[in-house]
């Protein structure tokens, strides 16, 4: 339990995504860098999407990459109800793509933009969006950093490795949901500045940075269908969003600074908490596009085609052959991050790829006859 806490607060472990092997240190890929969090890894030694994913994916004889390309529309048959190309402009020049199943998986923003901008005399709405819900509902939490400045250094390079979660689902004081809280990677004096937090008594952006204790806090923003991705006159995308349940949020930035005054140092005791610093990453409505890590909820997913755009396993209800395997299929965004389910409803979904296809079947049928023959 970290000692932090360990007064007033139960705490869980954050697994860190990297390959370190701290008893053969000679032998491990990670090497304990401090530009950890942020930035691609240098070595491969980050369990991130690109290095267990696409890396090994791609070893396969039938993956291919295209990079330096981008989709442009969806193109229906006819009837449109079967996505018959995928128009993709490539180093300048257009390409079509076909395939008997069609998967977007852009992110929430990027997914809904792609629907909408593939809007045709049968989807003039956008395709998947006879409901008129693709691109509303837009959600990507409340979110903030809080730095705890003391007077003892801390000197720790992986700091992502506890969480809170007392306040999740309200406390006697508030029985809402309140939302998360965990340390953040660590902070430095650059990234400080670009923050400009606020100057502790005495305190350089460098000597906050060795001093810092760096909190990661998250709330659930509501599903508001005027939060939403559009297209604009330009073609541009357009995101427009007004935040909602601050009041959970403030409310968990306060019980953070409550815990962070009954700390108790084994140096300087009670005086060794200098003060708790926001960063905030949200500021009214001006949110940057390059700010929306947890985007989702814009192509949701339900049993009713009048209030969803996705049935239960993410297939588009006006389309035979669409699918959407992203943040999009959201109907609430909850108050941690979305990545770990995106993973999981992405294997769950591709199992039911599989099956349509029949490859699952087949799989079966060829293990059973080895398992039959010894093999």
Not at 61 to 69: E, M, Q, Y
Not at 125 to 141: E, F, P, T
């Amino acid at each position: 339990m970290s000692p932090v806490f360990s007064n007033c607060l139960m705490t869980l472990r954050v697994p860190v995504g990297v390959m370190l092997d701290e008893k053969n240190p000679q032998k491990s890929r990670c090497i304990r860098c401090n530009t950890c969090d942020g930035f691609a890894c240098l070595v491969g030694a980050k369990s991130d999407s690109q290095v267990v994913c696409v890396d090994e994916a791609i070893k396969n004889p039938n993956v291919t990459l295209l990079t330096n390309s981008l989709v442009k529309r969806l193109e229906t048959d006819s009837s449109g109800r079967e996505i018959k190309g995928v128009l993709v402009e490539r180093n300048g020049s257009l390409e079509t793509y076909s395939a008997d199943l069609v998967v977007v998986s852009c992110g929430a923003i990027n997914s809904a933009a792609l629907l909408l901008r593939s809007a045709s005399d049968k989807h003039p709405r956008g395709l998947a969006n006879s409901s008129d819900i693709v691109g509303r509902h837009y959600m990507g939490h409340t979110n903030s950093v809080m730095m705890a400045i003391s007077k003892c250094p801390n000197p720790t390079i992986f700091q992502k490795t506890l969480g809170v979660n007392d306040f999740y689902f309200g406390s006697k004081d508030f029985e809402c949901p309140m939302g998360h809280i965990s340390f953040v990677g660590k902070l430095d004096a650059i990234t400080l500045k670009a923050g400009a937090p606020v100057i502790a008594p005495n305190f350089t952006l460098e000597l906050m940075a060795k001093h810092s204790l760096d909190f990661w806090l998250t709330s659930e923003d509501l599903p508001d269908p005027n939060n939403r991705v559009s297209i604009g006159r330009d073609g541009k995308i357009v995101l427009t969003y007004t935040p909602n349940n601050l009041e959970a949020h403030e409310r968990l930035q306060a019980k953070l600074k409550q815990a962070m005054k009954q700390t108790n140092c084994s140096i300087h005791g009670h005086e060794c908490h200098q003060g708790l610093f926001a960063r905030n990453l949200y500021v009214g409505q001006k949110i940057p596009l390059a700010g929306v890590a947890h985007q989702n909820g814009t192509i949701r997913f339900g049993h009713d085609p009048k209030t969803s755009a996705l049935d239960a396993n993410c297939k588009a209800h006006d389309l035979d052959n669409l699918y959407v395997v992203d943040g999009s299929f959201f109907p609430s965004s909850a108050a941690v991050n979305p990545a770990l389910t995106i993973m999981a409803n992405a294997l769950r979904v591709g199992d039911h790829l599989l099956d349509r296809l029949g490859a699952a079947s087949a799989t079966q049928s060829r293990n059973q006859e080895l398992v039959s023959t010894g093999d």
